[in-house]
């Protein structure tokens, strides 16, 4: 299967020219959209993950995030490293607000108040990181407020 190196459309077998932008197709289609700035939607990288497998991974833990950075070819991949900052970002935050609300529950008044709230915040982390896999995987690079566009520049610096 390869692939355009200008725009990262799929160029049929035997086929001279990309259908997409009519650009000459090259001999190295598969390995130049991947390095190129093509989107990273179902592109495979060396490694043999596919990049929309990879993002989605990258959100598991924070494990397949710090692994995906270190390791190549992966941390040359800028889609998969947005994913893998992103969730990185998301799961500070997420530790943030469990510490400050377990310090706003030791407070007299506004421990029930916590107590009642946290089931609500947790099923929207949840729904949240569910939205975050499935938008990696369908190879999105779907941003999340503030968190969003401090990964994206993390991914864009190389």
């Not at 049929?12 to 932008?21: D, E, L, R, V």
């Not at 008044?109 to 729904?127: A, E, M, N, R, S």
């Amino acid at each position: 299967m390869a692939f355009c190196t200008s725009c990262g459309a799929q160029i049929p077998a035997g086929a001279s020219t990309c259908p997409t932008c009519s650009r000459p197709a090259t001999a190295g289609g598969a390995a130049g959209a991947a390095a190129g700035a093509a989107p990273a939607t179902i592109q495979a990288s060396t490694g043999g993950l596919t990049d929309n497998v990879a993002g989605a991974l990258a959100y598991v833990t924070i494990i397949p995030s710090i692994l995906f950075l270190v390791m190549a070819p992966y941390n040359r991949n800028r889609f998969i490293r947005f994913h893998s900052f992103q969730n990185i970002f998301f799961a500070v935050a997420w530790i943030a607000l469990w510490i400050v609300l377990n310090i706003v529950a030791h407070i007299p008044l506004f421990g029930w108040l916590t107590i009642l709230l946290w089931p609500l915040i947790g099923l929207g982390g949840f729904v949240i990181w569910l939205i975050l896999i499935l938008k990696a995987y369908q190879g999105q690079m779907f941003k999340l407020p503030a968190i969003g566009d401090m990964a994206e520049k993390q991914a864009s610096a190389v």
